[in-house]
């Protein structure tokens, strides 16, 4: 555990000007070095205040910005409040919906302000980080909107600890519960805590709460209810009852004091309610001393995403994180389905043997029976679901992004573990609340049966000439077995695993990766050539001219093939092309728009018992069993069985699949960087913009369509911080249209966006 250069753990503290005074001077004897951090607006003020009444120096209080900062609030009428002493004063009828950092622009969310070294370096080396006492609105969010702070503080492995306010605030607060308090931050950061310190709820007289109530005002209740899914969460099979406040452990104590205090407009001196500053700070430091810097973090929570777990490796994710993970997700398992069978595998990536041996541990010490198969693609663990049947799966895999990155993949029977699911694990990390007994491991091949499975699927019968990029991914090994079993001959790049990814990124939705597959396809004369991400579960195709084909296409290819026994339907997820909606009608299908993510789309084809789905990004989702999942290696091989029986070139078969379509024009998908905490609300305001113009699909985001057939799209990224765009239309001046409206709609929250 990193500590300060006497060796005394560091806490840094976020809270309002009374908050800090009150904390600092009850630390000013512990054992810990506290470093305070005043709010951004009039932090020059702050300091001076807290100097002047503490005598607190530069070390012991830092800014987190030398910018000029306004905090702006939005109110649910969709006006705005600018200045603390506005947003204090509210408006009365109208709740804040939200808050952002405004400079020379009001109005306009701003994210690029520049954090001071000195708070960033404390950051970094904190043991444990505080959020509170202070105002939610104007105290505690405005610095945490600051994009590196935001960063920071999310990445970190220091506990964090949020302590909520007393009592509600009129206008800002009425009514919030701790979990309201704690959802706020949430939504607007991004940030996930340990650690809930909130009062009691005793010791304040009946008199001194009903003045509070006279003037809109009341004391802040955990609200508890017994329900996993409700906002507070109770776990009574812990060693200790533990409460999960947002899935933060909440520490009730009695913080409360009533002072005499004079209303500096009329004279008169009444009884307020304020934290009791040794009580606050012994709470504090029982909380620090048995739960923040005793016990070691294992996870951080920057790494739980919507459908998986991911992080950098040796920052977020270690070997001890794995193997707290994996004795969740053997807990996770062994309550669900009263079994503990799990199947694992591992990636490439160098880190990724390591993390799963860990990840074993924590899944022995649970008491479930793990069924090891090694260094294997990410389809063939869940072909080794079905195979062994066995009740969930864990596959170590950062997938396609780069070689700094791993993470987990998580399923429970064929389905991929995510959304509320997900996080029901990540509450098990958190209260400590684990299965205990002794598993064993055994190791299996699954690579055998895999490949009798896909040789008994696919029937080729003649010799093809196709050239392989498996990106240095895991895929490549066995691409090539496959094959050369079906009897082609192979033109092999970058086929030796090497998880740090030497030749180009493992991801062949990107087009530059490509570029030496399509130039090999064309040297060696291939019939085609396929490429494959990091864990074999992404496909790009190329043609034998040397023509990379849009993912569209190729997923329209499958669904005509997937429909020539029959009408059936087919998934794809919101960024697909209406030329590809427009084809499985043509062909006979029934098509279906779903959320992006194989968490979205495998749930859905099941439910719908659909034949084919896919995503823009190269998934091609199979209902083949025991291929009920995507899988690129399949793919690959039952592309090469379609151009065998169509008895013509990759490229003139695409000709008469896109025969008598409408011919589009499509934009690739366009990222634009964008703060976790800040995505979800832009294109909420964008959707919103948008609905009392146009017709809008908000399955994902919002596909806007400004006519029948050209649309819009804009999502937040379910893996990084980043807004997805993608554009479509009949023509290219309409398409360029298109992109400026968003773009000027975007230039509202993200001034800094230019033309794509």
Request: charged share 25%; proline share 6%.
């Amino acid at each position: 555990m990193p500590k300060t250069e006497n060796g005394r753990q560091q806490v840094v503290v976020f809270a309002g000007t009374q908050g800090l005074a009150m904390l600092l001077s009850a630390y000013r004897d512990a054992p810990w070095d506290i470093t305070g951090v005043v709010p951004p607006a009039n932090a020059g003020a702050a300091f001076a205040q807290l100097h002047s009444s503490l005598g607190a120096t530069a070390e012991e209080v830092l800014i987190p910005t030398l910018d000029r900062v306004e905090v702006c609030a939005e109110l649910s009428d969709a006006s705005h409040l600018i200045g603390e002493a506005a947003i204090t004063a509210g408006r009365e009828g109208a709740s804040i919906r939200r808050v952002f950092l405004v400079s020379d622009s009001p109005g306009r969310p701003q994210t690029d302000f520049r954090p001071t070294p000195e708070l960033l370096a404390a950051l970094r080396t904190a043991d444990a980080i505080v959020i509170g006492p202070g105002s939610l609105f104007t105290n505690l969010i405005p610095s945490l909107l600051i994009r590196e702070i935001n960063d920071t503080v999310r990445q970190s492995m220091a506990r964090k600890i949020f302590i909520c306010n007393l009592m509600t605030q009129p206008n800002q607060t009425d009514g919030y519960s701790v979990a309201d308090h704690v959802r706020t931050i949430q939504q607007h950061c991004g940030l996930r805590f340990d650690y809930v310190l909130a009062h009691s709820g005793g010791m304040i007289s009946p008199e001194v709460l009903q003045r509070y109530r006279d003037s809109a005002a009341d004391l802040v209740v955990a609200q508890l209810v017994v329900n996993d899914g409700s906002q507070v969460a109770i776990f009574p099979d812990s060693p200790q009852e533990i409460v999960l406040v947002e899935g933060a452990i909440l520490m009730q104590r009695d913080l409360a004091m009533e002072v005499l205090q004079e209303d500096p407009l009329t004279g008169e001196r009444h009884l307020v309610v304020r934290h009791d500053p040794s009580k606050l700070g012994e709470a504090l430091r029982s909380v620090l001393h048995d739960y923040a810097l005793e016990k070691k973090l294992s996870v951080s929570r920057a790494i739980f995403r919507e459908y998986d777990i991911r992080g950098i490796v040796g920052a977020e994710l270690t070997t001890s994180a794995l193997e707290a993970m994996g004795r969740a997700f053997g807990t996770y398992i062994l309550r669900r389905t009263g079994r503990g069978q799990i199947v694992i595998g591992h990636d490439a990536r160098p880190s990724s043997l390591p993390f799963s041996q860990a990840a074993v541990r924590g899944l022995l010490e649970s008491g479930c029976e793990v069924l090891d198969i090694g260094q294997v693609p990410t389809p063939l663990t869940s072909f080794a679901v079905n195979h062994f049947w066995v009740d969930g799966a864990i596959q170590v895999t950062a997938s396609h992004n780069p070689a700094e990155f791993n993470g987990l993949k998580l399923q429970v029977g064929m389905e991929p573990l995510a959304g509320a699911e997900l996080q029901k694990v990540e509450r098990l990390i958190a209260s400590g609340a684990f299965a205990s007994g002794r598993g064993q491991r055994l190791a299996r091949d699954v690579i055998y049966p895999y490949l009798n499975c896909l040789l008994h699927k696919v029937a080729v019968s003649r010799p093809f000439k196709v050239a392989v990029d498996a990106g240095h991914g895991v895929n490549g090994p066995l691409a090539l077995r496959l094959l050369r079993e079906l009897g082609c001959q192979v033109v092999p790049l970058y086929c030796e695993p090497d998880g740090t990814f030497p030749a180009h990124a493992p991801d062949p939705s990107e087009e530059e990766n490509l570029a030496d597959l399509a130039q090999a396809v064309l040297e060696h004369g291939c019939d085609l050539g396929v490429a494959f991400d990091g864990d074999g579960d992404r496909i790009g195709i190329v043609d034998e001219r040397g023509q990379i084909l849009p993912p569209d296409v190729f997923l329209l290819l499958f669904a005509r093939e997937a429909l020539r026994d029959g009408p059936g339907k087919a998934v794809f997820e919101v960024r697909c092309s209406e030329m590809l909606f427009d084809g499985v009608q043509k062909y006979g299908g029934i098509p279906i728009m779903s959320r992006c993510g194989n968490t979205s789309i495998l749930p859905r084809m099941l439910q719908e018992r659909a034949l084919i789905g896919g995503e823009l990004s190269g998934h091609i989702f199979f209902n083949d069993p025991p291929i009920e999942f995507d899988d690129a290696l399949f793919a690959a091989a039952k592309l090469l069985e379609y151009i065998d029986r169509a008895g013509m070139p990759l490229s003139q078969m695409v000709d008469h699949l896109l025969d008598g379509l409408p011919r589009y024009v499509s934009s690739p998908e366009i990222r634009i960087d964008c703060p976790d905490y800040l995505k979800e609300e832009v294109v909420d305001a964008v959707r919103d913009s948008y609905s009392s113009r146009f017709r809008v699909i908000d399955i994902d985001g919002a596909r806007v369509y400004y006519d029948e057939k050209d649309w819009a799209l804009i999502r937040a990224s379910n893996t990084s911080p980043k807004l997805s765009l993608r554009f479509e239309a009949l023509d290219e001046v309409r398409l360029a249209t298109m992109k400026e409206s968003m773009r000027e709609e975007l230039l509202r929250y993200l001034p800094e966006v230019r033309s794509f």
